[in-house]
C-alpha cells in the first residue's frame, strides 16, 4: 500500500492557512494557534502532520523536468513554441522572473518549510515514545525542500523556528547559501541521530536516506572530506539491480537500489484540474513525457515535452543498457510494432523512457493519475557520488574507481569497460558516467553548475546569471525580496 494519502479533513484545515497563500510572505491569518491547541493532543495528530509534510514531495514535477531541459539533455517540447512557455522560455535560457513555473516552484518548496516549521512550533505540546523518530522525518523533510530552493535561487529566506505570519510582512530577507546549506546540514545531522534504518511504510525517511542527502548537499559544496565518510554508510546496505531498467518499471518500485522513492498512486479518485499538481495523489510529470497521440502497445499517450536530444543518444556507446532504458526511440519502435504518433514541437524523435505514460498505468483521471513513483536518491548515485568525493578530495582514486566501476559493470553486464584513470581524468569520466547513469531523472542541469562545466554544456547558458533562476517578480513585488543577478 502506498505510503501517501490525502491528508484528513482535519489536516487540511490544520494546513490551511499556509496552503491558501501563493507566497513566502503572506498575511492570510495571524492568529490560528487555536487549531493547533485543538489539534495536537494525541500522538496521531503528530502522525497525521507529519504525512501532510510529506505531501509537497508529491508536487515536485517542475523540477524534475528542469533538471534537464535547462541542460543539455532534453528539449522542451511540447504542442507548440507558446505550449507552456514558462518551460520553452527555460530550454532557451531566456526565462525571467515571471516566469510561473519558477514562481510554482518556489510556492510549493516553501509551502513544505511551512508545514515542517509548524509542527517544529508545537514539538513541545505533547510527549510520546516515538516522538524523537518522527521529527528525525521532519527534519529530513525541511532539508529536502530548502536544498531544492537554494539549487533552484541561491540565496534565499531562512527560517526554522515558526511558520510566517502576517506580521512578518515586508520584513524577509534572503540568507546567503552559506547559512541556508548550515541549516540543511544541521537538520539532517538531527534527524541521522534518531531516523531508524528501516520503515515500515514504504516512502518514508530513513538514516540512510538522510545521509545519503548529507553527502549529496556535501557534494554540492565542494566538501569532499565529509561526503565521503558519509556516503560510506550506505556501502552494501543497498545494492544495483541486475538489470538497469527494470527498476524503473511499476514492478521495480521501491527496489534494492532504492535510498529515498517519492510514493504515488493512482487509487485516489480526488482529482482538481484547476488544483494541479496538488489536487491528485498521482505523478504528474509522467503525462508531460509522452509521445503525442500515440496509438500502439506498452505506453500510452503524452504531451511530448522534455524531449531527449539526439546528441544525448549517441552518446551512448551501443552496449550500454542505459541507453534503451533511458530513451525511448520512437522512430524504431513505430517501425518494429506498428505503434503510431504525432510529432510535437522540436520533434527528436526520442522520448524519456524512465518516466513516460505507459499503458494501464493510471487511473479514473488519465493524465493526473499516473502511479509511477520518483527515484529520488538511488544507490548508483550514492556511488558516483562517493567516487567524486573520493576522487576530488584527493583521498583515494582506488576507492573511486571501484564505485565507478560497480555502476559500469551493471550497465555493461561485464567486467570489461572499467576505468583505470586517475586525478582529473578520473573526475571526467566520473561526471560522464553520471549523465550516462542518472540522465533524464532531473539531476543534469544542477551537476554542470556545480561542477562549473555549465557555460560549455549549454547553449546560451550566461556566467554569472544562469547558475540559479530568478527569484519569482511577485516575491520581489510583495515581500522586496532583492533579485539574483542578471534577471
Request: net charge negative; hydrophobic share 40%; charged share 20%.
Given at each position: 500500500m502506498k505510503f501517501y494519502k490525502h491528508i484528513s479533513i482535519l489536516i487540511a484545515i490544520f494546513f490551511f492557512a499556509s496552503a491558501c497563500s501563493d507566497y513566502v510572505d503572506y498575511a492570510p491569518?495571524?492568529?490560528?494557534?487555536?487549531?493547533?491547541?485543538?489539534?495536537?493532543?494525541?500522538?496521531?495528530?503528530?502522525?497525521?502532520?507529519?504525512?501532510?509534510?510529506?505531501?509537497?514531495?508529491?508536487?515536485?514535477?517542475?523540477?524534475?523536468?528542469?533538471?534537464?531541459?535547462?541542460?543539455?539533455?532534453s528539449l522542451s517540447g511540447g504542442e507548440s513554441a507558446t505550449d507552456v512557455i514558462g518551460l520553452q522560455h527555460i530550454d532557451d535560457m531566456v526565462h525571467n522572473p515571471n516566469n510561473d513555473n519558477l514562481t510554482s516552484i518556489w510556492k510549493w518548496l516553501y509551502e513544505g518549510v511551512n508545514r515542517a516549521n509548524y509542527?517544529?512550533?508545537?514539538?513541545?505540546?505533547?510527549?510520546?515514545?516515538?516522538?524523537?523518530?518522527?521529527?528525525?522525518e521532519v527534519y529530513f523533510l525541511r532539508a529536502y525542500y530548502y536544498f531544492e530552493l537554494v539549487k533552484f535561487f541561491g540565496d534565499v529566506p531562512l527560517f526554522t523556528d515558526r511558520r510566517l505570519t502576517a506580521s512578518d510582512s515586508q520584513t524577509l530577507l534572503r540568507s546567503s547559501k552559506a547559512d541556508v546549506y548550515a541549516q540543511i546540514e544541521l537538520?539532517?545531522?538531527?534527524?541521522?541521530?534518531?531516523?531508524?534504518?528501516?520503515?515500515?511504510?514504504?516512502?518514508?525517511?530513513?538514516?540512510?536516506?538522510?545521509?545519503?542527502?548529507?553527502?549529496?548537499?556535501?557534494?554540492?559544496?565542494?566538501?569532499?572530506?565529509?561526503?565521503?565518510?558519509?556516503?560510506?554508510?550506505?556501502?552494501?546496505?543497498?545494492?544495483?539491480?541486475?538489470?538497469?531498467?527494470?527498476?524503473?518499471?511499476?514492478?521495480?518500485?521501491?527496489?534494492?537500489?532504492?535510498?529515498?522513492?517519492?510514493?504515488?498512486?493512482?487509487?485516489?479518485?480526488?482529482?482538481?484540474?484547476?488544483?494541479?499538481?496538488?489536487?491528485?495523489e498521482g505523478n504528474f510529470g509522467v503525462i508531460h513525457n509522452g509521445p503525442r497521440a500515440f496509438d500502439g502497445p506498452t505506453y500510452a499517450s503524452g504531451w511530448s515535452f522534455n524531449i531527449p536530444t539526439a546528441d544525448l543518444f549517441d552518446s551512448y556507446e551501443d552496449d550500454d543498457t542505459r541507453r534503451?532504458?533511458?530513451?525511448?526511440?520512437?522512430?524504431?519502435?513505430?517501425?518494429?510494432?506498428g505503434a503510431s504518433y504525432a510529432e510535437g514541437y522540436k520533434h527528436t524523435g526520442y522520448f524519456n523512457n524512465k518516466y513516460i505514460p505507459r499503458a494501464g498505468e493510471s487511473g479514473a483521471q488519465t493524465e493526473l493519475n499516473y502511479l509511477t513513483n520518483y527515484r529520488a536518491i538511488r544507490y548508483a548515485d550514492v556511488l558516483l557520488m562517493a567516487a567524486e568525493a573520493n576522487n576530488r578530495g584527493n583521498i583515494d582514486d582506488g576507492i573511486a574507481q571501484t564505485y565507478l566501476n560497480l555502476v559500469r559493470a551493471r550497465a555493461f553486464g561485464d567486467e570489461n569497460h572499467k576505468i583505470t584513470a586517475t586525478?582529473?581524468?578520473?573526475?571526467?569520466?566520473?561526471?560522464?558516467?553520471?549523465?550516462?547513469?542518472?540522465?533524464?531523472?532531473?539531476?543534469?542541469?544542477?551537476?554542470?553548475?556545480?561542477?562549473?562545466?555549465?557555460?560549455?554544456?549549454?547553449?546560451?547558458?550566461?556566467?554569472?546569471?544562469?547558475?540559479?533562476?530568478?527569484?519569482?517578480?511577485?516575491?520581489?513585488?510583495?515581500?522586496g525580496l532583492t533579485q539574483n543577478a542578471g534577471y
Open positions: 491569518i495571524d492568529d490560528y494557534q487555536i487549531t493547533a491547541d485543538v489539534y495536537f493532543n494525541a500522538q496521531s495528530d503528530y502522525e497525521a502532520a507529519v504525512v501532510g509534510t510529506y505531501d509537497p514531495l508529491q508536487w515536485m514535477y517542475l523540477n524534475i523536468l528542469i533538471g534537464d531541459i535547462a541542460s543539455d539533455n509542527l517544529v512550533e508545537n514539538i513541545d505540546n505533547l510527549e510520546f515514545d516515538s516522538k524523537a523518530a518522527l521529527y528525525g537538520d539532517l545531522i538531527n534527524a541521522i541521530a534518531v531516523l531508524p534504518v528501516a520503515q515500515a511504510q514504504k516512502g518514508r525517511a530513513t538514516k540512510f536516506a538522510a545521509q545519503a542527502l548529507l553527502g549529496k548537499v556535501y557534494l554540492f559544496q565542494d566538501k569532499f572530506s565529509e561526503a565521503a565518510p558519509v556516503l560510506e554508510n550506505l556501502m552494501g546496505v543497498f545494492s544495483l539491480v541486475t538489470n538497469y531498467g527494470d527498476q524503473f518499471l511499476k514492478t521495480g518500485e521501491n527496489s534494492s537500489e532504492s535510498v529515498f522513492e517519492i510514493q504515488y498512486t493512482n487509487t485516489s479518485e480526488w482529482w482538481d484540474w484547476g488544483y494541479t499538481p496538488q489536487g491528485t534503451n532504458a533511458t530513451i525511448l526511440d520512437i522512430v524504431a519502435f513505430a517501425d518494429q510494432t586525478g582529473s581524468t578520473l573526475t571526467q569520466a566520473i561526471w560522464d558516467e553520471r549523465n550516462f547513469e542518472l540522465a533524464m531523472e532531473g539531476h543534469r542541469f544542477f551537476d554542470l553548475v556545480r561542477t562549473g562545466q555549465a557555460a560549455n554544456k549549454i547553449s546560451g547558458f550566461v556566467t554569472g546569471k544562469h547558475e540559479v533562476f530568478p527569484i519569482p517578480q511577485q516575491e520581489i513585488d510583495i515581500s
